[in-house]
């Protein structure tokens, strides 16, 4: 509920005035009762001149009929209420109407002149106060004999008759004067104030951001006043704020166009970063893909050499034997060769089929990353066959790896990817964790599948990851040795294919000088793909 500006003002204005005039009346009639108390004082006084000579002779000569007439006659006076006359020993000689007593009580003299307690009291107006004059009678000496005192006695009531008309007079003028102030005050408040703050109000309720309305406000009250003022700093708000949606609107668009720019751009830059992406994995796989080559040629190197030599030996033994056959060949003769070919027989066969199993190993993993197709294994044959490939990288290090894997974890997943994991946290020790260090134990450790998960720890004693880095190892491109070609792909690569396309979780533990612990689980039966998974190189 609002409340008018202008009815405030009037009451406290008025509130204010009518303070400012009860003061004022009250001052008036104070003023005015004291001035008639003064002229009855002084009316009182003069009574001394007029009555006192008559009230001495009638003392002086007892005659009590002639004072009961004087008091009798000046109680008629309008501003007399007593007279009390005593003699000069404090000794009552008459009275009539109110008087004091010594102790300063409200006394009612009896027709008989003594007297007695008042049948009333008068209340505030009854207070009484006197003027008292001493009785002297003239002796033939000239002299004066004082011979008692009168007192003539009025009080508030009188004064108040005196003055009530000129109070009704004060009061009435008061009042009249404030009701027409308050009505003229009305008039010219409403004219001036509370129409035009009534126009103010409208006008501001109506505006708002979406609807500053058509015409300016202009109060109709008529002159130049603070209003005005108001009015014309509202409407240069409403030009201000038109022109500032003007321009705001001008520069959404120009602020659109250059998000849409923006977005090109930014789909432009993603495009290459995404290419350059592409062409760091694509090399870095290309310089797997010739590590892994030229492991499998060293793999396959000793038993196809040892082939090559036995063949060769078992050669020279046909040329020695066919030379003796001509000569002429000795039973012993053949009894050595056949021998000697049987061991040479013997050699090729455990050297071919030693190749034989490395090429179905090799062929197992590359089949698997190439296709990335979905299918049932063991998990430690699977993570066994991905370490064989590094087997010629490992015997060139001084480290020791350790496996401790359950036997037949039978799985339906991806063993493609799942290697692919294996095989860059293993290069990620040797790397990293390593790095430097002519020792080092890394145990790849699979334990009994509890559920329907199985778990993968991959522990090294290495030189541990920096607790502000253990947060970030995950990001791509995140290397702490991009001076040495290091492309921060790497656990990138690992997380997405083990939180994607495995279907489970990573967690890494690390304690700096203490080593590192990569813990992965899978689950046994990974999820479903829809089309076959797209796996990332690095």
Aim: net charge neutral.
């Amino acid at each position: 509920m609002t409340r008018s500006i202008a009815a405030r003002l009037l009451r406290i204005i008025f509130g204010c005035y009518f303070v400012v005039t009860v003061v004022v009346t009250a001052f008036q009639l104070t003023a005015e009762y004291k001035h008639t108390r003064t002229r009855v004082e002084r009316e009182i006084e003069a009574m001394q001149h007029t009555f006192g000579p008559g009230i001495a002779d009638a003392m002086w000569r007892f005659n009590d009929d002639i004072m009961r007439g004087i008091l009798a006659g000046m109680k008629e006076l309008p501003i007399v209420v007593g007279i009390k006359v005593v003699d000069d020993q404090g000794k009552l000689v008459r009275a009539v109407g109110t008087v004091l007593d010594e102790q300063g009580k409200h006394m009612q003299a009896q027709a008989d002149g003594r007297l007695a307690p008042p049948v009333r009291e008068d209340g505030l107006f009854g207070e009484v106060f006197s003027r008292e004059f001493p009785i002297s009678y003239p002796l033939e000496n000239g002299a004066l004999q004082p011979i008692g005192k009168w007192t003539v006695y009025s009080n508030r009531r009188i004064v108040v008759s005196q003055v009530q008309y000129g109070f009704v007079l004060i009061l009435v003028n008061s009042v009249i004067k404030t009701l027409a102030l308050w009505f003229i005050f009305t008039l010219v408040v409403r004219h001036l104030l509370g129409k035009p703050l009534r126009q103010l109000s409208d006008y501001v309720g109506q505006l708002n951001i979406d609807n500053l309305g058509s015409t300016p406000l202009q109060l109709r009250h008529g002159g130049n006043t603070e209003l005005d003022l108001l009015a014309n700093k509202i409407n240069e708000m409403r030009e201000n704020i038109l022109a500032g949606l003007a321009e705001k609107a001008v520069l959404y668009q120009e602020l659109a166009a250059l998000n849409e720019s923006l977005e090109r751009r930014v789909e432009e830059r993603t495009r290459a970063a995404r290419h350059a992406q592409d062409e760091l994995a694509r090399s870095e796989r290309l310089a797997a893909l010739g590590s892994m080559v030229a492991g499998i040629a060293h793999e396959l190197n000793t038993p196809i050499g040892n082939s090559l030599i036995a063949a060769s030996t078992l050669g020279d033994k046909v040329k020695a034997l066919g030379a003796s056959y001509e000569s002429g060949l000795r039973r012993s003769d053949m009894a050595k060769f056949l021998e000697e070919a049987e061991g040479v027989s013997e050699l090729m066969t455990r050297n071919i089929e030693r190749a034989a199993r490395l090429v179905s190993s090799f062929k197992q993993v590359a089949v698997d990353r190439a296709s990335s197709q979905r299918r049932k294994f063991d998990l430690g044959t699977v993570i066994q066959e991905n370490l064989n490939t590094l087997s010629p990288v490992l015997r060139k290090t001084p480290y020791e790896v350790v496996l401790d894997m359950a036997p037949l974890v039978a799985m339906d997943s991806y063993p493609g990817p799942l290697g692919q994991v294996v095989v860059a946290l293993v290069d990620n020790a040797l790397q990293h964790a390593f790095h430097q260090r002519n020792h080092g134990k890394l145990s790849i450790t699979v334990p009994v599948p509890e559920g329907d998960t199985a778990e993968i720890l991959i522990r090294d004693d290495g030189a541990g990851i920096a607790a502000s880095h253990i947060n970030r190892i995950f990001d791509p491109f995140f290397t702490t040795r991009m001076s040495e070609g290091s492309s921060g792909l790497g656990l990138n690569i690992v997380h997405n294919i083990v939180t994607t396309i495995l279907g489970g979780k990573i967690h890494v533990d690390s304690v700096p000088g203490v080593g590192t612990t990569f813990r992965i689980t899978i689950p046994l039966d990974a999820p479903m793909h829809h089309e076959e998974p797209i796996i990332p190189q690095a």
